[in-house]
């Protein structure tokens, strides 16, 4: 039987190879080469298109429009400070929320779930990465907000106020359940799911044999996690991060549902703010002249903030794989 098959495998290879030809091979390189090229060719028509209409807003405010915080339509004065320290600080705090609890969920899948509770787990965490951006929003708003600002930004508001650093990071002066804090927790949510699911997939390949031995020198679960899967999975951990980062970075919808959408700097993190994307999303269906300008402006900084963002991912990946 496996000597006919062999057999009968040789027979379709050998005829597979008559029928080839040169000319053939060399379409299929040309095809693979288009391919790449294509992407390319759109990255670079969007950036391209991107610096073209922002660059009247960086010839007329130059580096200021990076620093400053005003954006005054009526007067044509804009500054992008506001929408870019709401950007980064959003993200990062899903990071802090979303991180730990991805890596808990992906550990409790491939260590400490039973077998009959694994696929349900699993396919509730795939589901909310396939829910619309516009859905975490309108739950966020209508839902969380008042929530979290009865049960939260009011008593936590009155614990606080008055004392130092705490007092001014955690008082809402308006509690309204919108703000950055809302916001970096819708994120988290959303994030979670791709960072989960790659930690999962990525624990499941660490070869078996690891586990069963640091386990049978005695080890806890802990320890076999702290010191043989982490470890192991280390470099791709970060990756899914670094990918979550990039989702949080540039979320629209939801953002702009549950930040506030205020041009405000404030220390506080329960005070309405504004990201590079929600600002755009809010401003570009009416906006004209100077103002459109601006607001390509702010993509090519998004654009700039993600880029770095991914080489900085790509340097402690390196450092890790040189460790």
Known sequence: MVVVSDKMTVSNMQTLRRRSSPAFDQGFRWAAYGSALVVLAVLAGIIGTMIYGGWPAFQEFGFGFVTSSVWNVGQDQ?????????????????????????????????QLCPPWLRRPV???????????????????????????????????????????????????????????????????????????SITRDILDQIPTVLRESAYGIGCTTWEVVRFVLLPQAGVSIIGAIMLGLGRALGETMAVTFVIGNANRLSLSLFDPSSTIASRIANEFNEAAGLQMNALLALGCILFVVTFIVLALARLLIARVKTH
């Open 78 to 110: 804009y500054g992008a400070w506001v929408a870019i320290s709401g950007t980064l600080t959003s993200a990062l705090i899903a990071l802090v929320i979303g991180v730990p609890i991805s890596i808990g969920i992906a550990i409790f899948l491939t």
């Open 122 to 196: 699993s396919t509730v965490i795939e589901l909310l990465a396939a829910v619309p951006s516009i859905i975490y929003g309108m739950w966020g708003l209508f839902v969380f907000a008042p929530l979290f600002a009865k049960y939260v930004q009011v008593p936590l508001t009155s614990i606080v106020e008055g004392m130092p650093i705490l007092g001014t990071v955690l008082y809402a002066r308006v509690p309204s359940g919108v703000g950055m804090m809302t916001a970096g927790i819708i994120l988290s949510i959303m994030i979670i799911p791709f960072i989960a």
